[in-house]
């Protein structure tokens, strides 16, 4: 049995996609997950399965589907990459507010997102993950979900520095 982070991307945002958590845990439970657990109400989830990351993804999106009627796409890392994701950031942590971490379906082939008007906000694409300091705040930001699964041709969710951190913190609580 291994430990994984999953992340829903545009659940309970602007009143869209509601999935309340109980609801949700209870769906996890159902598809036989073991040790669920969820953490604020935009599609966090800390779970432990013997399934590889892409059958959990498969599991969730079609029972999501089915009892929803929406699509949400899913993303799940293990314990390992999610670590490995926090401590290869590569920009100052100084100010933790201005700092997030886009999590990608795969792989992009290119590791440029060509914005305007970004100014001093910085990214590094870098495998699976997109690393973003966003120093005009992420309210002002030209990088977004969209602009990134554009540019890059992925699907993306973000979470910021603070979320980020605890979802690991969690995770490796026993």
Do not use: H
Request: include cysteine.
């Amino acid at each position: 049995m291994r430990r994984y982070i999953v992340l829903l991307r545009g659940i309970n945002v602007s009143g869209k996609n509601k999935i309340p958590m109980a609801e949700l845990r209870e769906l996890l439970n159902n598809l036989k997950f073991k040790n669920v657990q969820t953490y604020i109400q935009s599609g966090n989830v800390i779970l432990d399965s013997d399934d590889s990351k892409e059958v959990i993804c498969q599991k969730i999106e079609k029972e999501i589907t089915s009892k929803y009627g929406y699509k949400v796409p899913v993303f799940a890392r293990n314990q390992e990459e999610w670590k490995k994701a926090i401590t290869a950031y590569p920009f100052s942590l100084e100010n933790e507010k201005i700092v997030a971490f886009s999590f990608l379906n795969k792989k992009p082939a290119s590791t440029e997102i060509e914005v305007k008007g970004i100014k001093d906000d910085k990214y590094k694409v870098d495998g699976d993950v997109v690393y973003l300091n966003c120093v005009s705040g992420f309210g002002k930001t030209k990088l977004t979900n969209n602009s990134i699964e554009k540019k890059l041709n992925v699907v993306a969710t973000t979470r910021n520095y603070k979320t980020t951190v605890k979802l690991l913190e969690l995770a490796t609580k026993e």
